[in-house]
């Protein structure tokens, strides 16, 4: 069996969106504020909402991660993780729980899609992601969202760690540098599970069997 059998299996895989929100991708949100550059953010978003269309047409599940930051998660070590002062837009302001800095941008979940709100950039830590996932006997996670070396990669390291079959959707995931990007997609490739693009699942989602067990 090749591994488009048991990687991009709808009854096995789930699209996981990253931290698609107005402060990390708006050009009105926080860190476009600060100087970051959104428009791969911004022109990546389309792309993404297909592919999530076509991942729920194909039942494939979509599981959505956003960021929220408060008095309640931030320590010294988070805040000043840059060498920035406590309180400023780069660390301690983004993702206000109840602000439209927190809400998503360009997508969004349906009813009965799971939400998990993270606090640091990996989706696992601190999370019940690992329980929502295996309740639902997903065995490989298909990467999305940004910023691709930070939140995306951090989750997609962890899934592997906790033994997924992990993958990176390069042309549905974006960063603030496209060195960055580029950097991150080329890691991922070689050392922790395969780049694939939108694309490439819309035609394995079309013309793979669904397989019955994993090799």
Not at 4 to 15: E, K, T
Not at 169 to 178: F, K, M
Request: glycine share 8%; charged share 20%.
């Amino acid at each position: 069996m090749d591994e488009s059998g048991f990687r991009y299996d709808p009854r096995r895989c789930a699209l996981v969106v990253i931290d698609m929100q107005n402060d990390f991708c708006s050009p009105e949100g926080a860190l476009a504020g600060c100087g970051f550059d959104v428009s791969a953010a911004v022109a990546m978003t389309p792309r993404l909402a297909e592919l999530i269309d076509r991942a729920r047409r194909r039942d494939v599940p979509v599981v959505w991660v956003r960021t929220e930051h408060d008095e309640t998660t931030d320590t010294p070590q988070w805040l000043g993780r840059v060498g920035t002062g406590p309180g400023t837009a780069r660390t301690g302001l983004t993702c206000r729980p109840g602000t439209p800095g927190a809400d998503f941008y360009g997508v969004r979940p349906e009813p009965g899609e799971p939400v998990i709100v993270k606090h640091r950039f990996s989706a696992f830590v601190g999370t019940d992601l690992d329980g929502v996932l295996r309740s639902r006997g997903i065995e490989s996670l298909l990467f999305t969202g940004v910023a691709t070396e930070i939140c995306v990669e951090s989750s997609l390291r962890s899934g592997l760690f906790h033994e997924y079959w992990v993958s990176l959707v390069e042309d549905c995931a974006a960063s603030y540098s496209p060195a960055a990007h580029a950097a991150s997609v080329a890691v991922v490739a070689q050392n922790f599970g395969t780049v694939v693009t939108a694309d490439d699942l819309a035609s394995m989602w079309v013309a793979r069997p669904i397989t019955a067990s994993t090799p």
